[in-house]
């Protein structure tokens, strides 16, 4: 839907119930429950999460979401031991990865402006705005996940080269991190660990 046909509201303060949901009863979780996770389900994570802001609108995030058990034993081979029994576990394991081509994509996302130049012949640059970007469309990501009631359990502790070569041959796309998504078991959750507090991080200025 056009802009311009949106009635924007001014924003109002999510309910309890659901900053606990996204936030402070939220956890990483390590174990699962054997129940399957849709493709409907995952294109409306996607849908949402791709709504979040990144710079000039790149959107790097590229994704695989594997979910069969053929796509398990192609990932099994790349991930570090303490990763495998609950990524083989999980329903669905997101490769959230960037693309470096993104430029390509610029006129697509970006058409009111041409950007391609500001980041020709500049493949620091180019690397760097695909990293971050697409971090933060993968925090996007388990957000959306979150939100439509499936659990999370982001990880690293992967062969970067071994999970491109598998499952992003022939493109310039290279692998951020892993999340796997589903339901989680409770009865399987590690005691929270402490959070920093404001004052240890923040300074007022």
Known sequence: MPLDTVSLQPATALDQPALD????????????????????LLR???????MGPTAVNTQPMRLVFVRTPEGKERLK???SAGNVE?????PVTAIVGYDLDFVDTLPRVFPHVDARPWFAGNDAMIRESAFRNSSLQGAYLMLAARAVGLDVGPMSGFDAAKVEAEFFPGRNVRANFLCNLGYGDAAKLFPRSPRLDFEDVAVLA
């Open 77 to 79: 081979p790349a991930l």
């Open 21 to 40: 949901r996204l936030f402070l009863e939220a956890r990483t979780h390590n174990g699962w429950l054997d129940r399957p996770v849709s493709d409907d």
């Open 86 to 90: 609950k990524t083989m576990a999980a």
């Open 44 to 50: 409306q994570v996607y849908d949402l999460a791709r």
